[in-house]
């Protein structure tokens, strides 16, 4: 990372971004697990991690958030988070129904592996809404690169 | 209850301004305005969940935003004025007064006052039922998770258009923009 002092943002940008990254991909992820028993959840915490990505990507630039999270792999966890939210209902058709909670009497309500499914889907969504949403983004900055290239 | 109005009266300004600034950079930053003050208004309103889903989406839309905007000349033109609009605008807003007030002649109840049949079973029942002990969660994955299956099917739908009707001309033009860059 440190050879790519010509491209992105100025170093002081660069910098911070460094020490910052990482604790803000940590919150996402933190806001997803504890999504069932704290405020949050799959949808906020994916949106966190997805900006997290795109701090990186706006500034570094463009090659070193591909090397970390490429255009071409944003589709495949997208569909991915999708199959896994629809498998979760799938698998709960086994015990009662679609969607039903077929985990939930293991543990206790406020640890954090309770809830049955519900800590899952919240994995799921996860990826789903933070792979979407870098997927949007990077779609959006590449159009733009190519239209003021043509000028 | 001061402070909601504060607030309200501070997004009311930050859309005008989005409205009558010229500059595009300007605008999307009054923009961000609105949707800060609207976080802080449900994080008064005792609604976190959706405080934490406005304030993340909001950053994330005028990133955005900023970047589809910055350094492209995006023509703006004078539509002059508009009196039809005007006149209507007027005639809405005055019928929305004056039926509101013949509907809320007695005042108006306290917020979230009369608790609803249907949401007192889920604060009452969630921690038995779903083991969950944040009710939001416990009921957009666990009894209403067909709504969750739509919202993701529209995000999907959603992406999927961004991705067809935005998508980079050809493949090789990206890799030479990524080594351009």
Redesign the interface.
């Known amino acids: 990372m440190s050879k790519e002092h010509d491209?992105g943002m100025t170093i002081i940008v660069k910098t911070v971004t460094r020490l910052t990254v990482g604790l803000i991909f940590l919150y996402g992820i933190y806001?997803i697990l504890h999504?069932?028993?704290?405020?949050?959840?799959g949808?906020?915490g994916g949106?966190?991690v997805?900006?997290s990505f795109?701090n990186v990507d706006?500034a570094f630039?463009?090659?070193v958030s591909?090397r970390i999270f490429s255009k071409g792999s944003t589709?495949v966890i997208?569909a991915l988070g999708?199959v896994m939210?629809?498998a979760l209902?799938l698998l709960g058709l086994q015990w009662g129904g679609?969607?039903d909670?077929f985990l939930?009497?293991d543990?206790?309500?406020?640890m954090l592996i309770?809830?049955?499914?519900?800590p899952l889907?919240?994995i799921a969504?996860s990826l789903?809404?933070g792979a979407?949403?870098f997927?949007?983004?990077l779609?959006?900055?590449?159009?733009?690169?190519?239209?003021?290239?043509k000028k | 209850m001061i402070e909601l109005y504060v607030l309200i009266g501070l997004m009311i300004a930050g859309s005008l301004i989005a409205i009558e600034v010229k500059n595009l950079l300007s605008a999307v930053v009054a923009v961000g305005v609105v949707g800060l003050g609207l976080s802080i208004i449900f994080l008064i309103l005792k609604a976190p969940d959706v405080a934490l889903t406005q304030i993340v989406v909001e950053i994330a839309a005028v990133v955005l935003l900023i970047r589809a905007t910055l350094n492209r000349d995006i023509a703006m033109k004078y539509c002059g004025n508009r009196p039809f609009g005007a006149i209507m605008g007027i005639l809405f807003t005055g019928f929305v007064f004056v039926i509101a007030l013949i509907t809320f002649k007695d005042g108006l109840n306290l917020f979230g006052a009369p608790l609803m049949t249907v949401s007192q079973f889920y604060p009452l029942n969630a921690i038995e039922g779903t083991g969950a002990t944040n009710v939001v969660s416990a009921i957009i994955l666990d009894y209403r998770a067909y709504d969750t299956l739509g919202e993701a099917t529209v995000l999907f739908t959603a992406v999927v258009g961004v991705l067809t009707v935005m998508r980079s001309p050809g493949k090789k033009k990206e890799e030479d923009l990524q080594d351009s860059k």
């Open positions: 491209r806001i999504g069932h028993l704290t405020p949050g959840g949808f906020a949106v966190i997805a900006l795109i706006l630039g463009g090659k591909d589709s997208e999708g939210f629809l209902a679609f969607f909670n939930h009497p543990g206790e309500p406020g309770s809830a049955g499914i519900i889907e919240n969504i789903k809404v979407g949403l997927a949007i983004f779609t959006l900055i590449t159009l733009q690169k190519f239209e003021s290239e």
